[in-house]
């Protein structure tokens, strides 16, 4: 059964910066398409990145473009999404999922919080 593992979330200035990485097991990670969405409750979960199984291909938000990089590291069965000038509205939950045809897998989440 596969698992998602997220970290590298926290409290940080708005302008900061805050990288998160999702460690994956139990599945093959180099053939699936991987994602970051985030969510806070009560609201709708937002689809902020998306990377094509070899890192060839990337797709971002229209919120996020600018200042969010997603990558991967095939070798390492990690995804990132390094998040560059924070801002308060990016204050969420952020989840990582891989996806491969029906096949799907979803992390624990790591909250993000940007506030001065």
């Known amino acids: 059964q596969g698992q998602l593992v997220e970290s590298g979330g926290g409290l940080v200035q708005p302008g900061g910066s805050l990288r998160l990485s999702c460690v994956a097991s139990g599945f093959t990670f180099s053939s699936y398409g991987m994602n970051w969405y985030r969510q806070a409750p009560g609201k709708e979960r937002e689809l902020v990145a998306t990377i094509s199984s070899t890192g060839g291909r990337t797709t971002y938000a229209d919120s996020v473009k600018g200042r969010f990089t997603i990558s991967r590291d095939n070798a390492k069965n990690t995804l990132y999404l390094q998040m560059n000038n924070l801002k308060p509205e990016d204050t969420d939950g952020y989840y990582c999922?891989?996806?491969?045809?029906?096949?799907?897998?979803w992390g624990q989440g790591t909250q993000v919080t940007v506030s001065s």
């Open positions: 999922n891989a996806r491969f045809w029906a096949d799907s897998y």
